[in-house]
């Protein structure tokens, strides 16, 4: 037969030395230092917070690297780790190839530098494409009564020389759904 022990603790709160008085400064002044000993474990970092590629330009991303602990060991963009095929490494600089860029949505990506030791850099990389311009959306502002006996359809147009493509639309923050809330027909919209 085998006798089971169960030691049980019980947190006691922190109570100040006899004559100090606990205050929110003195809370403070812990945070404070919390924060200052988090900091000095972020000892890899990489030389700018942000990037950015233009898909209508050539060029690679370069993200120089200051490594104190540990190596390079890949990059993860948006979540995911990219192939070796997509990028290289040389010292404590990563290449985001273009080629690998130029495939990507046009979005603001977070991205990591992944190592074998001490902290994973974070950064973000916003890929755009200057080639495509603005659409013309006309009208722009369209008033509409609510009242189901009064209210009529809307027909919207976009310029589709601007090579923009038609992602959906947005009424007070909320996606509205397609083929229920509105529809579309070559260049016209109707919501």
């Known amino acids: 037969m085998t006798e089971l022990f169960i030691r049980t603790m019980t947190a006691t709160p922190f109570t100040a030395p006899e004559g100090i008085e606990k205050t929110d400064s003195t809370r403070t002044l812990m945070m404070n230092a919390a924060a200052k000993m988090e900091k000095k474990n972020i000892v890899n970092t990489t030389d700018k917070s942000t990037y950015s590629f233009d898909r209508s330009k050539s060029g690679n991303v370069v993200v120089n690297v200051s490594m104190k602990e540990g190596s390079i060991s890949g990059v993860e963009v948006g979540g995911k780790k990219l192939s070796s095929d997509d990028y290289t ?4 600089a990563v290449t985001i190839k273009a080629s690998y860029l130029k495939r990507q949505e046009l979005a603001k990506y977070s991205c990591r530098i ?13 890929v755009s494409d200057s080639s495509i311009p603005k659409p013309i959306i006309s ?3 369209i008033s509409v009564d609510v009242n189901p006996k009064k209210c009529s359809d809307v027909d919207i147009t976009m310029d589709r020389k601007t090579k923009s493509e038609f992602r959906g639309i947005v009424a007070d923050g909320k996606a509205l759904a ?10 016209h919209c109707d919501p």
């Open 89 to 92: 490494i040389s010292g404590n």
């Open 178 to 187: 397609e083929g229920t809330d509105y529809t579309t027909s070559g260049r």
């Open 139 to 141: 009208p722009e502002i």
């Open 114 to 126: 992944l190592t074998t030791g001490g902290n994973q850099p974070k950064f973000n990389l916003t």
